[in-house]
C-alpha cells in the first residue's frame, strides 16, 4: 500500500453560465420571437415583421446582379 493520498479524478463542470446566455439550451432569436408572439398574442407583429423582411430582402438584393430584375415588380 501507498502513503500517497488517494486523488480522485473529478470531471470538470459544465453547468456554468456561458458568454450567450445562462440557459442550457441556447434558444434562436426566431424561435423566441415566435414564443413571444403566441405567448402574448402580439398577432399585429407578424404582418409588421414580414413587410420589414421583404424591404431588407429587397435592399439587400437591390445591391447585387439581380437590381435591373426588381424594377419590373415597381
Excluded: Q
Excluded at 4 to 31: I, Q
Excluded at 35 to 47: G, Q, R
Excluded at 49 to 69: E, K, R
Amino acid at each position: 500500500m501507498s502513503d500517497a493520498p488517494h486523488t480522485s479524478d473529478s470531471k470538470t463542470d459544465n453547468t456554468a453560465p456561458s458568454a450567450l446566455g445562462t440557459d442550457a439550451e441556447n434558444v434562436g432569436l426566431v424561435r423566441e420571437l415566435i414564443e413571444l408572439i403566441l405567448h402574448n398574442k402580439k398577432w399585429w407583429l407578424v404582418p409588421v415583421i414580414i413587410v420589414l423582411l421583404a424591404i431588407g430582402l429587397l435592399v439587400a438584393v437591390g445591391s447585387t446582379a439581380l437590381a435591373p430584375y426588381l424594377y419590373p415588380l415597381f
